[in-house]
């Protein structure tokens, strides 16, 4: 790969020849797999000790289930892309994924070439989903944005940070489900450009990834203007 830094990834999975097949997939197109794991607990393990950019995740883990992984990992470094490669295409197992931190969420049935684009794409901070689980995806953002927030004990009183006009009109795109891609198609700027003004959002709103990102754009009726 041509950046100055190749993207870390590790693989969980418990079927061994699927784990290999994989991991020698993303080493052949340029990833660095700094780390592979059969279950849960060797998971946790051992990303923290290889401190991956992207955790490619199966659910169907052994000893600790895979959204229990996600949910650990995640919660201790917010900056953790995570995939998920499922067999499963049911509803409620893509929002406990989605809710425990994944970014992404792939099908088996995926293609190589389309398993490197979502590594490739959630490495940059894009929400990757199988075709027809994006709605899905963004109805439940809709949902979580509906329940009152958690309290943010003794912050209540201070005035909204101030967004730029730049990066308000990126989070209301990012609100209506775009991806970075299309938001910068829809904007005419750099890819990077968007994923700098979401950063820069993030950081100031003190949010941790792109699903609280779109909530507290919902929250803010973001999403219908």
């Known amino acids: 790969m041509s950046e100055e830094r190749r993207i870390r990834v590790m693989v969980v999975d418990d079927h061994p020849m ?69 067999a499963s295409g049911e509803h409620a197992d893509v929002l406990e994924a989605v809710k425990s931190g994944a970014t992404g969420y792939l099908l088996k049935s995926a293609s190589t070439e389309e398993l490197i684009d979502a590594v490739r ?64 198609e829809r904007l005419v700027i750099s890819h990077r450009t968007v994923q700098n003004h979401v950063q820069n959002t993030l950081g100031k709103l003190q949010l941790h990834n792109r699903v609280e990102l779109v909530r507290y754009a919902i929250e803010r009726g973001l999403d219908d203007a």
């Open 18 to 86: 699927w784990r290999d097949a994989v991991a020698r997939d993303l080493e052949g197109a340029g990833f660095e797999v700094v780390a592979t794991a059969g279950d849960g607990e060797q998971a946790v393990r051992r990303a923290r000790a290889a401190a991956p950019d992207v955790l490619v995740l199966d659910l169907n883990l052994p000893v600790m289930p895979g959204v229990q992984v996600a949910r650990e990992l995640v919660g201790a470094d917010p900056k953790l892309r995570v995939l998920v490669l499922s």
């Open 121 to 184: 794409r959630t490495a940059a901070g894009d929400p990757v989903f199988t075709p027809g689980l994006a709605g899905l995806v963004l109805g439940e953002y809709r949902r979580l944005a509906s329940e009152p927030a958690p309290a943010a004990g003794g912050d209540a009183g201070k005035a909204a940070p101030q967004l730029t006009d730049r990066e308000t009109e990126v989070l209301r795109l990012v609100a209506k489900g775009l991806s970075y891609k299309q938001i910068a």
